[in-house]
């Protein structure tokens, strides 16, 4: 907090990196709110591409509220 308050170009990062953390929570939230899983499948594959290469099928579908068949059945559509 001594580097925030003592340096300007910290405090404007600290406040940038903030900012996009309160966006991905808010994008996250809208995410669960979506009754479709084909939306939610689409609005996270929309917003972050690689992460169905990085990331295992099981836990994707976690996130998005869906069994692991369901989300297969979706990617290969």
Same mark, same amino acid.
């Given at each position: 907090?001594? @580097? +925030? ?6 405090a404007?990062l600290?406040a ?5 953390l309160?966006?991905?929570? +808010?994008?996250? !939230?809208?995410d669960?709110? +979506?009754?479709?899983?084909? !939306? #939610?499948?689409e609005r996270?594959l929309k917003?972050?591409?690689q992460? @169905? ?6 836990? +994707?579908?976690?996130?998005? #509220? ?5 989300l297969?059945?979706?990617k290969? #559509?």
């Amino acid at each position: 907090m001594q @580097f +925030i308050q003592q340096n300007e170009q910290g405090a404007a990062l600290w406040a940038a990196m903030l900012e996009n953390l309160v966006l991905q929570q +808010i994008e996250r !939230e809208k995410d669960l709110l +979506i009754q479709s899983p084909k !939306e #939610r499948y689409e609005r996270v594959l929309k917003r972050s591409p690689q992460l @169905f290469q990085e990331i295992a099928n099981k836990y +994707i579908a976690a996130y998005l #509220r869906m069994s692991p068949e369901t989300l297969s059945r979706l990617k290969k #559509r």
